[in-house]
């Protein structure tokens, strides 16, 4: 099983901030392979990006997702109110899939 | 517009058996991959298992013994059941749709239905 290991697991900014976000697997994911998600409070997750670097339908460009092999990175440019949540990664393979622990992005 | 909406019991009695059911509007349930996702409080998601419409299913190694899907297209449902269930399975669950094609990432996801494993 691949294993997803997202850093850091809390991180701290303003609104305006450029966000980073790093998810790291055990082995080679392939680039097809390779999703995020948004999870505000209460709500279920949303997908934000999909074959590492697709935004879904009717997300802002603000969004994007980067990386190869076993280092993938979401970025948000310009941090806005409703962008403070939880993002998770996630991979395929094998007919499974697994996440990484996530990400909870809070405002400073 | 693709809906999912889950359902069942949110109580369970320890050792006893969850069944929850996923109504699905909006869509077609031929030629994909529909799928369950478990969420404990303040916890990150599980992967349970998926299941196609032509009844082929996979399921997570750590459940498996546990576990069965059922999907039933005529009435735009599909199913979950899991045996002998302990606190470790307190959760909200979540039905998903796989993505067309290759099914690698969930597109849709219904609002979650939170169970509890208690006596």
């Known amino acids: 099983e691949i294993v997803l290991t997202q850093s850091p697991g809390t991180l701290s900014l303003s609104p305006g901030e450029r966000a980073t976000l790093s998810c790291r697997a055990s082995e080679t994911v392939s680039n097809s392979f390779l999703a995020w998600y948004q999870q505000r409070p209460g709500q279920a997750p949303r997908l934000l990006i999909f074959g590492t670097s697709a935004r879904a339908t009717g997300i802002p460009d603000r969004f994007s997702g980067s990386g190869s092999g076993t280092d993938f990175t979401l970025s948000i440019s310009r941090l806005e109110p409703e962008d403070f949540a939880v993002y998770y990664c996630?991979?395929?393979?094998?007919?499974?899939?697994?996440f990484g622990q996530g990400t909870k992005l809070e405002i400073k | 517009q693709v809906q999912l909406q889950e359902s069942g019991p949110r109580l369970v009695r320890p050792s006893e058996m969850l069944s929850l059911t996923c109504n699905v509007s909006?869509?077609?349930?031929?030629?994909?991959?529909w799928s369950w996702i478990r969420q404990p409080a303040g916890k990150g998601l599980e992967w349970i298992g998926r299941?196609?419409?032509?009844?082929?299913?996979n399921y997570n190694p750590s459940l498996q013994s546990r576990l069965t899907m059922s999907i039933d297209t005529s009435k735009n449902q599909f199913s979950l059941t899991l045996t002998s269930v302990t606190a470790a399975d307190t959760a909200v669950y979540y039905c998903?749709?796989?993505?067309?094609?290759?099914?690698?990432?969930?597109?849709?996801w219904g609002q979650g239905t939170p169970v509890t494993v208690s006596s």
């Open positions: 909006g869509a077609s349930m031929s030629s994909y991959f």
């Open positions: 299941i196609h419409a032509s009844m082929r299913t």
């Open positions: 996630q991979q395929y393979g094998t007919s499974s899939y697994t």
């Open positions: 998903v749709r796989l993505s067309p094609g290759t099914p690698r990432y969930f597109d849709y």
